[in-house]
């Protein structure tokens, strides 16, 4: 049993990921914890909560987290992702709430509880796991894995013409966790993946449409803005999944098609802030991370639909 821990700024496509993990029959889903990013921190408590609930995972306890980055402020994508981060739909409230404690405490409790057990994987801006770090060097040593949707080692950006997002959110916080990093423990996967790979063509949203259940109309109703942005901004063919592509990769690792090990940084400047820089160079200093570049589209949609097509059945 892959036993998860993730940490999500629950927007629309971390929402898909989160049915990914919690309806994946191989996964316990220890616990979710939160930070502010693609939407404020209430709402992407109110987010995680939400597509739990609508996965029949409703028990799985949520903390939240930290409300800011490392050193600058917030600046949320909801530009991408509607004012509720999931699609501007007026979708009701969860039943539950976030549970007492800070995310920070839990990621270091349970590390700490479980060594080389947890894998962690993280969806948002990385604030909250650098901020744990920063009381546990060794952070990332006591999980068997650590998985992370962030960065553009293409330099091919989404949010500025060369960064990802999640690194340029908060980019303080990504250093910090790149620079604790081995390629043994920690594995980046990119927008670049996204941009590739997991893009819902036409074809794939009539698909979608076609299975007709909840989860699916959920999926294809929460992404109708980022459906929006992406024709008006990164010119894809459909909107992208960079959260569940990468959930895809952690719960099947032999969709991985192309991968490397190579010594990044995360730029700090005002002018590249945010960029992947990924030392090629033969004098490179060691490598610190697994860069995840290609995922097998197919097998990637496969998992999707598949998982998208279930019915669940009422809960008690
Ligand atoms: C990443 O940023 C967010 O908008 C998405 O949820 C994803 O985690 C993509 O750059
Ligand atoms: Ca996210």
Same mark, same amino acid.
């Given at each position: 049993?892959?036993?998860?821990?993730?940490?999500?700024?629950?927007?629309?496509?971390?929402?898909?990921?989160?049915?990914?993990?919690?309806?994946?029959?191989?996964?316990?889903?220890?616990?979710?914890?939160?930070?502010?990013?693609?939407?404020?921190?209430?709402?992407?408590?109110?987010?995680?909560?939400?597509?739990?609930?609508?996965?029949?995972? $409703?028990?799985?306890?949520?903390?939240?987290?930290?409300?800011?980055?490392?050193?600058?402020?917030?600046?949320?994508?909801?530009?991408?992702?509607?004012?509720?981060?999931? $699609?501007?739909?007026?979708?009701?409230?969860?039943? &539950?709430?976030?549970?007492?404690?800070?995310?920070?405490? %839990?990621?270091?409790?349970?590390?700490?509880?479980?060594?080389?057990?947890?894998?962690?994987?993280?969806? $948002?801006?990385?604030?909250?796991?650098?901020?744990?770090?920063?009381?546990?060097?060794? =952070?990332?040593?006591?999980?068997?894995?650590?998985?992370?949707?962030? &960065?553009?080692?293409?330099?091919?950006?989404?949010?500025?013409?060369?960064?990802?997002?999640?690194?340029?959110?908060?980019?303080?916080?990504?250093?910090? %966790?790149?620079?604790?990093?081995?390629?043994?423990?920690?594995?980046?996967?990119?927008?670049?993946?996204?941009?590739?790979?997991?893009?819902?063509?036409?074809?794939?949203?009539?698909? =979608?449409?076609?299975?007709?259940?909840?989860?699916?109309?959920?999926?294809?109703?929460?992404?109708?803005?980022?459906?929006?942005?992406?024709?008006?901004?990164? &010119?894809?063919?459909?909107?992208?999944?960079?959260?569940?592509?990468?959930?895809?990769?952690?719960?099947?690792?032999?969709?991985?098609?192309?991968?490397? #090990?190579?010594?990044?940084?995360?730029?700090? $400047?005002?002018?590249?802030?945010?960029?992947?820089?990924?030392?090629?160079?033969?004098?490179?200093?060691?490598?610190?991370?697994?860069?995840?570049? #290609?995922?097998?589209?197919?097998?990637?949609?496969?998992? =999707?639909?598949?998982?998208?097509?279930?019915?669940?059945?009422?809960?008690?």
């Amino acid at each position: 049993m892959l036993e998860l821990l993730v940490d999500t700024d629950t927007g629309s496509d971390d929402a898909v990921a989160l049915l990914l993990a919690a309806l994946d029959d191989r996964v316990e889903l220890t616990a979710v914890t939160t930070v502010a990013g693609n939407v404020p921190l209430p709402r992407a408590t109110r987010n995680a909560l939400l597509a739990l609930e609508l996965a029949g995972a $409703g028990s799985v306890p949520v903390y939240q987290g930290c409300d800011r980055p490392v050193l600058r402020p917030l600046h949320t994508a909801q530009v991408v992702h509607g004012d509720d981060g999931m $699609g501007d739909l007026g979708l009701a409230d969860p039943l &539950g709430s976030a549970r007492p404690g800070h995310a920070v405490d %839990v990621l270091l409790e349970r590390a700490r509880e479980r060594p080389g057990e947890l894998t962690l994987v993280t969806l $948002g801006p990385l604030t909250n796991i650098a901020a744990a770090l920063l009381r546990d060097r060794a =952070l990332l040593t006591r999980f068997r894995h650590v998985y992370c949707m962030i &960065g553009a080692p293409d330099a091919v950006g989404n949010v500025s013409a060369t960064a990802e997002f999640n690194a340029w959110a908060d980019p303080e916080a990504a250093q910090i %966790v790149a620079a604790a990093a081995t390629p043994e423990l920690v594995t980046w996967i990119g927008w670049d993946v996204s941009r590739q790979d997991a893009v819902m063509s036409p074809a794939d949203q009539d698909r =979608l449409r076609g299975l007709g259940t909840p989860l699916a109309e959920f999926t294809q109703g929460i992404n109708r803005k980022v459906a929006e942005w992406s024709a008006a901004v990164t &010119g894809l063919d459909g909107y992208d999944l960079p959260d569940p592509v990468a959930m895809a990769v952690v719960l099947r690792p032999e969709l991985v098609a192309e991968a490397e #090990r190579a010594h990044v940084r995360v730029a700090l $400047g005002d002018e590249a802030r945010g960029q992947t820089m990924t030392d090629r160079r033969l004098d490179a200093p060691p490598a610190n991370l697994t860069l995840v570049r #290609r995922v097998r589209e197919r097998g990637f949609k496969d998992l =999707l639909f598949d998982t998208l097509a279930k019915t669940l059945e009422p809960q008690p």
